[in-house]
Structure formats: C-alpha cells, structure tokens
C-alpha cells in the first residue's frame, strides 16, 4: 500500500515537514489543524468559538481534497489550552456530526499549543 500526500490552498499550508494529510489505502490521517484562515494567513485568536469553527472548516477542505467526509471520519483529537474552553469548542465541533455517526475521540488540556492558539483538532478517516 502507497501513501498519498494530500495538499489543498483551501487549508493552512504546512509551516514544517509535515503535510496537511496523508492517505494510505482507504484511510485518511490529518495533521493538527489551528485557525489559520488559508485566503489570508490570518490567525484568529482571543474567541475560542471563531477559532473552533475555523480549525472545523479547515479540516473539511483536507477531507474535500482527499475525497472524504465527515462521516469517514473514525477517530479525532482535540487539544485544548484550557479545559474551561470544553463546552464551547464541544458545541461547535458537534455541528459537524450527528451522534449516530460521531467518530471515537479524546479532547485533552495540553501546556501549550503551536502560535498560542487555544484548540487544535487532528482526525482519522476510513471509508468503507
């Protein structure tokens, strides 16, 4: 099995040696995605709503460039500068998936993020 590496100007260019996502066979593993807004370069703090959706909408276009779905998605991590940001970054992730088809996941309070930023989202996507 071959791996393929994804790449999309509709997400966050890679600022390392990674790449937004790789593909093996029928599964998809994105890189953490952050709010960077990919028309601008913009990074949006200070309003962990904004920055949620954004990092929401920047996992759609790797899963769009890949051919995938939210509801290819089997497994996702959240990291959260803080705990007390739970509920709200729950809210918004949850608009992107219905509870029947909800992927596994952990969300963990970490030290520190890349740029400072307070939520940072990876998944994991099979198809069937």
């Known amino acids: 099995m071959s791996k393929k590496i994804i790449f999309t100007e ?46 929401m909408e920047n996992i759609a276009s790797v899963l769009e460039a890949a051919n995938f779905a939210f509801t290819d998605i089997a497994k996702a991590s959240i990291f959260l500068k803080s705990m007390d940001d739970f509920g709200k970054v729950n809210a918004i992730y949850g608009e992107y998936f219905e509870n029947s088809t909800a992927p596994a996941r952990e969300c963990v309070e970490v030290a520190r993020l890349p740029k400072d930023v307070s939520v940072e989202i990876s998944v994991i996507a099979i198809k069937s």
């Open 10 to 55: 509709k997400a966050p260019a890679p600022i390392g040696p990674y790449n937004q996502a790789v593909s093996v066979g029928n599964m998809l593993f994105t890189s953490g995605q952050i709010a960077i807004v990919p028309a601008t370069g913009e990074l949006i703090t200070g309003d962990v709503e904004r920055e949620a959706k954004q990092v």
